[in-house]
Nanobody, 116 residues
Framework: QVQLVESGGTLVQPGGSLRLSCVAS????????MRWYRQAPGKEREFVAL????????NYAASVKGRFTISRDNARSTVYLQMNSLKPEDTAVYYC?????????WGQGTQVTVSS
């Protein structure tokens, strides 16, 4: 079955950097676009970034554009989110996502807290 396992979240100071990873299994990773979402306390889950199958194209939420970079390693079935210039408002649980056969699959999430 499809499994997505995120890691890399932690407490970081404002202005700092962090890289999240999501290891996928149970499907042919290179065939599918991958996404990152986040959910802050008391807010709805929101889109963060998407990367196409080959990694040749990506797009971002306006709130993270220029600060975050999504990438993938198809040989390792892993998608990454490099987060720079972090702000307190980036505090959230971050989830990776794949849509396969019209079904949405989510990982368990990884907590990112940006605070001094």
């Amino acid at each position: 079955q499809v499994q997505l396992v995120e890691s890399g979240g932690t407490l970081v100071q404002p202005g700092g950097s962090l890289r999240l990873s999501c290891v996928a299994s149970g499907f042919t990773f290179s065939w599918y676009a991958m996404r990152w979402y986040r959910q802050a306390p008391g807010k709805e889950r929101e889109f963060v970034a998407l990367i196409a199958t080959s990694g040749g194209s990506s797009n971002y939420a306006a709130s993270v554009k220029g600060r975050f970079t999504i990438s993938r390693d198809n040989a390792r079935s892993t998608v990454y989110l490099q987060m720079n210039s972090l702000k307190p408002e980036d505090t959230a649980v971050y989830y990776c996502n794949v849509v396969r056969a019209r079904d949405n699959y989510w990982g368990q999430g990884t907590q990112v807290t940006v605070s001094s």
